[in-house]
């Protein structure tokens, strides 16, 4: 089956640790996302790649950091810069068509990260 | 700065009953629309996309866009208990740039009872 996995489903974080949530993909999409959603709220992108090698900053980029060596995994770290990490993490993945539209993003089932 | 705006409701509906919800957005420039259902703890799933004005139609589903008044709404027909869900619009900005970037409104909460 195709589809996008994230590892762990659940995460704890000490305080002053980094923590990498994982999010692998198998449906030969080029872009990939990383969104952050809070209780009562909407999605907030932290980082997207379009292209392996390559990644750009969204919204919310502060105390994260991404790496996109493979086009099937963009893992997400969460540095201990981040203050505020509590919060519902999910990875999402499209095609890229090089033609200016944002095609339909496909998410996994997200990580939900805990602050200890 | 992009804005989707959404009702946050709770939007409660009878069984049977035809569920409206709204969206609008800020960027008169985008061009693709996006309707995501979300069950309290899991991850949005697609319910529906849409590029053109009009109505797209997909089972119970319609989607209608409005570009000029800068305005898409989704209507579910025969709302079952099993459509009670949070209900996010997502949408893209112009051309260049950050095209590839969506911007998600809070979502409604819809609740569908027996």
């Known amino acids: 089956d195709g589809g996008i996995t994230q590892s762990p489903k659940y995460l704890f974080r000490k305080e002053g640790q980094n923590v990498t949530l994982s999010c692998e993909q198998n449906?030969?999409?080029?872009?990939m996302y990383w969104y952050r959603q809070d209780p009562g709220q909407g999605l907030r992108l932290i980082y997207y790649?379009?292209?392996?090698?390559?990644?750009q900053k969204g919204d919310i980029a502060e105390g994260y950091s991404v790496s996109r060596e493979k086009k099937e995994s963009f893992p997400l770290t969460v540095t201990s810069a981040q203050k505020n990490p509590t919060a519902f993490y999910l990875c999402?993945?499209?095609?890229?068509?090089?033609?200016?539209?944002?095609?339909?993003?496909?998410f996994g089932p997200g990580t939900r990260l805990l602050v200890l | 700065q992009k804005e989707v705006e959404q009702n946050s409701g709770p939007l409660s509906v009878p069984e049977g009953a035809i569920a409206s919800l709204n969206c609008t957005y800020s960027?008169?420039?985008?061009?693709?629309f996006f309707w995501y259902r979300q069950y309290s703890g899991k991850s949005p799933e697609l319910i529906m996309s849409?590029?053109?004005?009009g109505d797209k139609e997909d089972g119970r589903f319609t989607a209608q866009l409005n570009k000029a008044s800068q305005y898409v709404s989704l209507l579910i027909r025969d709302s079952q208990p099993s459509d009670s869900a949070t209900y996010l619009c997502?949408?893209?900005?112009?051309?260049?740039?950050?095209?590839?970037?969506?911007?998600f409104g809070k979502g409604t909460l819809l609740t569908v009872n027996p």
């Open positions: 999402a993945s499209s095609i890229e068509t090089g033609q200016g539209v944002a095609e339909t993003q496909y």
């Open positions: 449906l030969n999409h080029d872009a």
């Open positions: 790649s379009q292209i392996v090698n390559d990644f």
């Open positions: 960027d008169r420039g985008s061009q693709s």
């Open positions: 849409i590029y053109s004005n």
């Open positions: 997502a949408v893209n900005g112009p051309s260049g740039g950050s095209n590839y970037k969506l911007t």
